[in-house]
């Protein structure tokens, strides 16, 4: 095996111990010792690939980042399954994640320089584009005559991905629920209906976790 290659590999394996040590004690009782007993790895060889904790953790939300996009990338290629079934296959995808739910009990935004910038950019550059084309698909299967798919999908992934954060945006349970219920309007009204009333209620039930 070359010397990168093994390197990306330990590298991965330190991500991927760490995570599941983040899931189980969470971030802030996570010790540097607990990620080297779990990988069986010397401090030094760990501060090899990695200086900090932090780096950790900015590593891991790469990680996902890059699979959700691939998700949505094999959302998109599917053709199977209708614009509106894949758009609430995303919604599960995301909402039963356990990973991003402990990085979002974790508060990782404030933890890692310009996270939540990345995730923006990543969000509406590349994540919405994808979104964007399931929604053309809608209108070509005749599911819906969305006239404003790009303008729809930068949108929603925005109110996701940012108005529905409970680290980004202070609320109460009962108000998070009321920006759900505006979701789906909003996207009833302009010809994009692919939540769902019964999927809004799926998901006011797993973000309630974040406000008890």
């Given amino acids: 095996m070359k010397r990168e290659e093994q390197a990306l590999n330990t590298k991965k394996r330190i ?21 080297m007993d779990a990988t069986n790895l ?36 599917n053709r199977k399954l209708t ?13 039963t994640n356990e990973a991003l739910f402990q990085l979002t009990r974790d508060r990782w935004a404030e933890k890692v320089p ?5 995730t923006l950019r990543n969000t509406l550059n590349v994540l919405a584009d994808y979104i964007t084309e399931i929604l053309y698909q809608g209108n070509s299967n005749k599911e819906f005559n969305c006239i404003y798919p790009k303008e729809i999908a930068s949108t929603l992934m925005l109110l996701m991905d940012v108005w529905l954060d409970p680290i980004i945006v202070d609320c109460n349970y009962e108000e998070v ?36």
Wanted: aromatic share 10%; charged share 30%; glycine share 2%.
């Fill in 177 to 212: 629920c009321s920006k759900v219920d505006f979701i789906i309007l909003f996207l009833k009204k302009f010809d994009a209906p692919v939540v769902s009333d019964e999927k809004g209620e799926e998901i006011k039930r797993r973000l309630r976790c974040h406000y008890v």
């Fill in 114 to 118: 310009f996270a939540l910038l990345n």
């Fill in 42 to 77: 010397s401090k030094g060889a760990l501060y090899h690939h990695f200086k900090s904790k932090q780096q950790i953790l900015e590593c891991q939300t790469n990680y996902e980042q890059e699979s959700i996009t691939n998700y949505l990338k094999m959302m998109v290629e």
């Fill in 15 to 35: 991500v991927v111990a760490s995570t599941k040590l983040f899931l189980e004690k969470g971030y802030d009782h996570t010790t540097i010792q607990d990620i």
């Fill in 83 to 95: 614009a509106k079934q894949k758009i609430e296959n995303i919604i599960d995808h995301l909402s």
